[in-house]
């Protein structure tokens, strides 16, 4: 079993920053890919950014020069530090973590609940 909790959501003024922050728990023998996803209201959920291990990132062209992906291995946990918040930002964002749990038996994709971030004009 295997949990992915996040927190750092918010609401925040247009231009400002939040932190976004995913944890895995559980029954976990490897990581390998970590991602933030996003969905707005009447919007399929869409692809913010990713970081493989080792630390090759992805960013969407939307976010990219104001969000940043990051990992901490020793945590199992993946962060988003987004900056020069716009309102279009708004949405639910989702952390997933491909995660083996034991040794061979490959990896599945694992979501956190997601973290509401509001951004006000």
């Known amino acids: 079993q295997v949990q992915l909790v996040e927190s750092g959501g918010g609401l925040v003024q247009a231009g400002g920053s939040l932190r976004l922050s995913c944890a895995a728990s559980?029954?976990?023998?490897?990581?390998?890919?970590m991602g933030w996803h996003r969905q707005a209201p009447g919007k399929h959920r869409e692809l913010v950014a990713t970081?493989?291990?080792?630390?090759?990132?992805v960013y969407a062209d939307s976010v990219k020069g104001r969000f940043s992906i990051s990992r901490d291995n020793t945590k199992n946990t993946v962060y988003l530090q987004m900056n020069s918040l716009k309102p279009e930002d708004t949405a639910v964002y989702y952390c997933?973590?491909?995660?083996?749990?034991?040794w061979g038996a490959g990896r599945d994709n694992y979501w956190g609940q997601g973290s509401q971030v509001t951004v006000s004009s």
């Open positions: 559980g029954s976990i023998f490897s990581i390998g890919g």
């Open positions: 997933n973590e491909y995660v083996e749990t034991t």
């Open positions: 970081i493989s291990n080792p630390r090759s990132v």
